[in-house]
């Protein structure tokens, strides 16, 4: 029987560049956004990380899958991408107990930033409604005890 507090989400972050990323930057880069947002989800009340991981590919080819199961943010990664990107398409998962979609879409719209600090960045897909297309990623405030 699955808990109520389940959350599957799911989301595409195109990520732009203002200059292109080295492969081995932007192995780095995903490794650490996988971390931040698993400490993060963590530090805001989730109460057990079931899998949080991406396919993170660029234009010029290549992919990175990498993802993190404990609570220690510890991530890991296989793949490549082949040369130096300004683009890169992270298709990122995040499933866990302890915390509602729309509070870890916050927490990927604040750590997106955290880790590409001078990049621009368009969330795409669908984390919880399957039913519309478009999707209103403003800040919502939470009622105390509502977390």
Do not use: W
């Not at 995903?30 to 009340?45: K, N, P, Q, T, Y």
């Amino acid at each position: 029987m699955m808990a109520e507090d389940f959350t599957a989400y799911a989301v595409i972050a195109h990520i732009g560049f203002d200059r292109p990323l080295s492969p081995q930057a932007i192995q780095q880069k995903v490794g650490e956004l996988m971390s931040r947002i698993a400490l993060d989800c963590v530090g805001e009340g989730a109460r057990l990380i079931g899998h949080i991981k991406c396919l993170a590919e660029t234009l010029e080819g290549g992919a990175i899958i990498c993802s993190v199961t404990t609570e220690d943010g510890r991530a890991t990664s296989s793949g490549r991408v082949p040369s130096s990107s300004d683009l890169l398409d992270v298709i990122l998962n995040v499933l866990l107990y302890g915390l509602s979609d729309d509070r870890i879409e916050e927490i990927v719209e604040r750590d997106i930033p955290m880790v590409f600090p001078r990049a621009t960045f368009e969330l795409e897909g669908c984390h919880h409604d399957h039913e519309h297309e478009e999707h209103d990623h403003s800040f919502v405030q939470f009622e105390e005890g509502q977390r």
